[in-house]
T-cell receptor, first 115, second 114 residues
Framework: KAGVTQTPRYLIKTRGQQVTLSCSPISGHRSVSWYQQTPGQGLQFLFE???????NKGNFPGRFSGRQFSNSRSEMNVSTLELGDSALYLC??????????????FGQGTRLTVV | SQQGEEDPQALSIQEGENATMNCSYKTSINNLQWYRQNSGRGLVHLIL?????REKHSGRLRVTLDTSKKSSSLLITASRAADTASYFC??????????????FGGGTRVLVKP
C-alpha cells in the first residue's frame, strides 16, 4: 500500500503570496489531518477532514484553510503569507470508525520557506 | 497549546544502553501514542496504548501509562545508532464530534552514539 504523499516537498514563497499544499492519503483512509511544525511552537494541529467535511480546526487565523475532495485527497491553502508561516507542514491520514481509535500515518511533509 | 510535556528534552546515550523518556498530559484521554521523527521528516507511528492499558510492548519498545498521574513513559532497550531521532508523545481525546485530533508534546531528542 502506498503511504501518504505530500506535494511539493519544498517551497519557497515571498511574503504576501499564497500557497497550496496537497496531500494524498493512504487508500481507504477517509480522515486527513494537517499539522504545522516549527522550532518554536512544535507540532500544532491545523484542521481535520472526514468525507469532505471539516470536523475540527485548530487555533490558526483564517488565512489557513483547507478542503477535501471526494477521493479523500486534501489541500491546504495559506493566503497572504507571513515570515512566521515558514514551517514543515505535515499531513496525516487515519482509518477510523466510531469504535476503533487508530494511529495516524504521516507524509514526509512540505517544507515551506517564506522570504 | 500542547497537551503533553516531555522529559527530558534531549538525551545522549551510548549504543546498547537503554533510553527512557517521559510524557505528561493534562486532560482525559482515550489513547496515547508515540511517534518518531528523523531529521525534520515525517512522523512514524511507534506504539499506541489505550487508556485502559497499563503497559505495552513492541519489539525493543516498552510503553507504560499511568492515567492517575496523567503520564506515560517510553523505554527503548538496547539502543542502536539508527534510533537517533526525536520522539513525540501524542494524545487523542477521542471525542467523536471533534474528529481526529492529536495533541503533541514538545518531543525528546535522542542521540545514540556508536
Amino acid at each position: 500500500k502506498a503511504g501518504v504523499t505530500q506535494t511539493p516537498r519544498y517551497l519557497i514563497k515571498t511574503r504576501g503570496q499564497q500557497v497550496t499544499l496537497s496531500c494524498s492519503p493512504i487508500s481507504g483512509h477517509r480522515s486527513v489531518s494537517w499539522y504545522q511544525q516549527t522550532p518554536g511552537q512544535g507540532l500544532q494541529f491545523l484542521f481535520e477532514y472526514f468525507s469532505e467535511t471539516q470536523r475540527n480546526k485548530g487555533n490558526f487565523p483564517g488565512r489557513f484553510s483547507g478542503r477535501q475532495f471526494s477521493n479523500s485527497r486534501s489541500e491546504m491553502n495559506v493566503s497572504t503569507l507571513e515570515l512566521g508561516d515558514s514551517a514543515l507542514y505535515l499531513c496525516a491520514s487515519s482509518l477510523r470508525d466510531r469504535s476503533l481509535w487508530g494511529e495516524a500515518f504521516f507524509g514526509q511533509g512540505t517544507r515551506l520557506t517564506v522570504v | 497549546s500542547q497537551q503533553g510535556e516531555e522529559d527530558p528534552q534531549a538525551l545522549s546515550i551510548q549504543e546498547g544502553e537503554n533510553a527512557t523518556m517521559n510524557c505528561s498530559y493534562k486532560t482525559s484521554i482515550n489513547n496515547l501514542q508515540w511517534y518518531r521523527q528523523n531529521s525534520g521528516r515525517g512522523l512514524v507511528h511507534l506504539i499506541l496504548i489505550r487508556s485502559n492499558e497499563r503497559e505495552k510492548h513492541s519489539g525493543r519498545l516498552r510503553v507504560t501509562l499511568d492515567t492517575s498521574k496523567k503520564s506515560s513513559s517510553l523505554l527503548i532497550t538496547a539502543s542502536r545508532a539508527a534510533d537517533t531521532a526525536s520522539y513525540f508523545c501524542a494524545t487523542d481525546t477521542g471525542v467523536r464530534a471533534a474528529g481526529n485530533k492529536l495533541t503533541f508534546g514538545g518531543g525528546t531528542r535522542v542521540l545514540v552514539k556508536p
